[in-house]
């Protein structure tokens, strides 16, 4: 189908003057602009950058630590060296200077930072899919606001368009009425097809005003001309609901993010674990001290030391901390199920939209294709001066009414397929946007991940 430029009807609340080519806004556009901009995107984004920190400070634990000290001032000193020089107090004063610096470094510490820092690049992966599964949720709801906004636009097209055709067969029924070639109760009847379509026509207009505020909360921009857009190829839907299922569980971005969560956890208890056992470090420091002899004299102290550190807590903190981070893993593996669960349900709802809007939309070409011969076939008989024009007036109702339901069964039908991409978490994929900025797989497997 050719994409034809479509503009927003002559509604004051969403007109916008001077529309061109040039402002016309694609699907595509549409819904970048929203997995790049929308404030859950920055946010999330925002997040993965302060978790990013966290793999660094983990990182730093490999280094060495430097301890640089200085101090300077005046001391009284009551002591042995004082007691012993001095003749008068046994105490004296002094000037005081003394400075140090200091390197410790970790030699090791039973694989702790390791693990810790395993743990941290897990939760980075793990927020950065959840960035992408939120971008895959904005995607599904920017493409309904750009079809649901496409869509009123076009049935309010119609209704315009069918409000005046109402009012030419209004006139010609009232001429009639005048002219004695027609009665009072058929132009009544005509009026009641009138009160119909404008109340169509301001319901239509409400949900073009709705659609419109959706698609403005998601994009921060009115809409202002939309592409009509071409349906999506058979080749890129899974033909059947196992094989969306399989999609699914292989690159859903929410699946994937709990998944890390796991490992997370799992590298965290790894962690806490080594705490049950000793460090060991290295230490290089160097002192000097200065005060008058009365009180010390020149104090000077240089040592290179290994130093064991065993932390025995007896309060339970350690086990803790453990039986903390357990829990934390047994959570996310409660709530992969759960999603799993509702990915499913929500593929298998998507198929079910999908069967239901197909069924709707062949039948809707039928009727209206019986409600064009109808209407055709009225025109003649009108011509024959054998129905009134009244009748010709309710065939065309009809045939009014399935060209609207048949605009509005063939959106259904082309976002239901949307929908199933979406629920299997590859619409991003097929639309072509930001591919490329997708993690890789995991290193690890959700079985290794367990264990």
């Known amino acids: 189908m050719k994409r034809v430029l479509l ?7 969403i007109m916008v003057a001077g529309i061109t080519m040039a402002d016309a806004q694609t699907l595509n556009e549409a819904v970048s602009k929203v997995i790049v901009t929308h ?17 660094s400070e983990q990182v730093s634990a490999y280094f060495p630590t430097i301890d640089v000290s200085a101090s300077t001032g005046r001391v009284y000193g009551d ?26 470094q970790m030699l090791f510490d039973s694989f702790k930072t390791r693990d810790r820092i395993r743990s941290a690049e897990s939760t980075v992966q793990s927020v950065r899919f959840n ?50 070639g027609s009665d009072e109760a058929e132009l009544q009847q005509a009026l009641d097809f009138e009160t119909f379509v404008v109340e169509l026509s301001a319901d239509y207009e409400g949900q ?3 659609a419109s505020s959706d698609y403005e909360q998601l994009t921060g921009e009115a809409p202002k001309a939309l592409f009509d857009v071409e349906p999506l190829k058979a080749s890129v839907i899974p033909a059947t609901v196992d094989g969306a299922l399989f999609l699914a569980k292989e690159n859903h971005m929410r699946i994937m993010s709990i998944k890390k969560e796991i490992e997370a956890a799992k590298h965290g208890v790894d962690a806490e674990k080594r705490g049950y056992y000793p460090d060991i470090s290295g230490e290089v420091s160097y002192l000097k001290s200065e005060k008058d002899d009365v009180i ?23 086990a803790a901390r453990i039986n903390k981070k357990r829990y934390e893993q047994e959570n996310a593996r409660a709530r992969l199920q759960d999603t799993q669960r509702q990915i499913e349900h929500a593929v298998r709802v998507s198929y079910a939209e999908k069967d239901t809007a197909v069924k709707q939309y062949e039948n809707q070409k039928r009727r209206l294709q019986l409600n064009q011969k109808l209407f055709s076939t009225y025109e003649t008989q009108f011509e024959g001066a ?22 509005n069964a063939y959106y259904r039908k082309v976002l239901a397929d949307y929908a199933i991409l979406a629920s299997a978490g590859s619409l991003r994929n097929v639309l072509g946007l930001d591919v490329h900025a997708q993690p890789s797989k995991p290193d690890v497997s959700y079985e290794q991940a367990s264990r």
Do not use: C
Request: charge should be negative; glycine fraction near 8%; avoid cysteine.
């Open 79 to 104: 002591n042995a060296t004082s007691r012993g020089l001095s003749v008068t107090r046994g105490a004296g004063y002094s000037n005081f200077w003394e400075g140090s610096v200091s390197g410790n």
């Open 39 to 55: 404030p859950q995107v920055e946010s999330l984004k925002a997040e993965l950058g302060s978790v990013k920190q966290d793999v």
């Open 386 to 407: 054998t129905i009134s024009l009244l009748d010709l007036m309710r065939a065309d109702n009809q045939l009014f009414n399935a060209r609207l339901d048949l605009v």
């Open 7 to 13: 503009t927003f009807v002559a509604t004051s609340a």
């Open 208 to 210: 073009l005003l709705s």
């Open 131 to 180: 960035v992408f599964d939120v971008q895959e949720t904005l995607a599904i709801r920017a493409v309904q606001a750009y079809f649901n906004v496409m869509r009123a636009q076009k049935a309010l097209e119609l209704v315009k368009n069918y409000e005046e055709s109402v009012k030419d067969y209004i006139a010609r029924i009232h001429d009639m009425v005048e002219q004695g």
């Open 296 to 318: 010390g004299g020149e104090v000077v102290d240089a040592r290179a030391l290994i130093r064991m550190n065993w932390s025995l807590e007896t309060g339970g903190a350690q």
